[in-house]
Antibody, heavy 118, light 107 residues
Framework: EVQLVQSGAEVKKPGESLKISCKGSGYSFTSYWIGWVRQMPGKGLEWMGIIYPGDSDTRYSPSFQGQVTMSADKSISTAYLQWSSLKASDTAMYYC???????????WGQGTLVTVSS | EIVLTQSPGTLSLSPGERAALSCRASQRISSSYLGWFQQKPGQAPRLLIYGASSRATGIPDRFSGSGSGTDFTLTISRLEPEDFAVYYCQHYGSTSGTFGPGTKVNI
């Protein structure tokens, strides 16, 4: 069974750094893309970008380029999304999703809630 | 960048009725790269339709997708109580991942 398990909720202050994780199981982690999606409170879905753990090929949505960093550690089947300096506007639920070669997000993690507040 | 527009914003229907949700792209896109997702409150999105018309694993046949070019439709033939949710279309692919703003299907 394909599963994506994300790290737990985080509460951070503006300016702090953060790295959240997404662990894949039940499939070959290096053979599928992992996408990241933001959902701000009460709002819709926003595509942040996608990474191929097999070779770390990463494509960022223009809106998120330079704002976050995506990475993956294939030895532990885990993808990461990180911020170097959080802002209050980063408060949101973040989802990871496994995507096939067409980049269609088929399987989703449960989400990680990030709250940034002073 | 391709922009997706969904209509209506909200659809108020009763169980047993038919729902037709529209997704329009700002420019022509390949049907192979159009998906539909369902999201219920407090839950992660779920893939319903990929490639504009193919049902994902485990999705009931009351859900169907159609369309091509710039106009796509998700149809729910007979609404069940569990179908009341928000529905998003997405254009995915090597250079895109844009979601539409969503259509909320209300009882």
């Amino acid at each position: 069974e394909v599963q994506l398990v994300q790290s737990g909720a985080e509460v951070k202050k503006p300016g702090e750094s953060l790295k959240i994780s997404c662990k894949g199981s039940g499939y070959s982690f290096t053979s599928y893309w992992i996408g990241w999606v933001r959902q701000m409170p009460g709002k819709g879905l926003e595509w942040m970008g996608i990474i191929y753990p097999g070779d770390s090929d990463t494509r960022y949505s223009p809106s998120f380029q330079g704002q976050v960093t995506m990475s993956a550690d294939k030895s532990i089947s885990t993808a990461y999304l990180q911020w170097s300096s959080l802002k209050a506007s980063d408060t949101a639920m973040y989802y990871c999703a496994r995507a096939d070669s067409s980049r269609c997000p088929e399987y989703w993690g449960q989400g990680t809630l990030v709250t940034v507040s002073s | 960048e391709i922009v997706l527009t969904q209509s209506p914003g909200t659809l108020s229907l009763s169980p047993g009725e038919r729902a037709a949700l529209s997704c329009r792209a700002s420019q022509r896109i390949s049907s192979s790269y159009l998906g539909w997702f369902q999201q219920k409150p407090g839950q992660a999105p779920r893939l319903l339709i990929y490639g504009a018309s193919s049902r994902a694993t485990g999705i009931p046949d009351r859900f169907s997708g159609s369309g091509s070019g710039t106009d796509f439709t998700l149809t729910i033939s007979r609404l069940e109580p569990e179908d009341f949710a928000v529905y998003y279309c997405q254009h995915y692919g090597s250079t895109s991942g844009t979601f539409g703003p969503g259509t909320k299907v209300n009882i």
